[in-house]
């Protein structure tokens, strides 16, 4: 049974930085790309970072620049590394495996992890 469970979240100033994980059991890790997904109140979730299986990663434009998607295989876990943060980044993170290139979510949903921006 795949499991997801992210981790890290929490309540940060205008310009401050958050690191989150995801450990991942149930699958093989190292065969799938991984993505962090968000969705903020009354809004659809959308797909803010993904990694390939051999690291090539993409970003939502609204992040790039500000963001850092990596993973480490041994440890069956992905990271988003966020800097710069805004108000708007405020919302619920997840993470998934995925298609890499049609950003189709594969597995269940774990319970994410908060992100709230403000001061």
């Known amino acids: 049974q795949v499991q997801l469970v992210e981790s890290g979240g929490g309540l940060v100033q205008p310009g401050g930085s958050l690191r989150l994980s995801c450990a991942a059991s149930?699958?093989?890790?190292?065969?799938?790309?991984m993505g962090w997904y968000r969705q903020a109140p009354g809004k659809e979730r959308e797909l803010v970072a993904a990694?390939?299986?051999?690291?090539?990663?993409k970003y939502a434009e609204s992040v790039k620049g500000r963001f850092a998607i990596s993973r480490d295989n041994a440890k069956n876990t992905v990271y988003l590394q966020m800097n710069s943060l805004k108000p708007e980044d405020t919302a619920l993170y997840y993470c998934?495996?995925?298609?890499?290139?049609?950003?189709?979510?594969?597995?269940?949903w774990g319970q994410g992890t908060q992100v709230t921006v403000s001061s």
């Open positions: 998934n495996s995925m298609m890499y290139y049609s950003n189709t979510p594969l597995g269940s």
């Open positions: 149930g699958i093989t890790f190292s065969s799938n790309a």
């Open positions: 990694i390939s299986r051999g690291g090539s990663t």
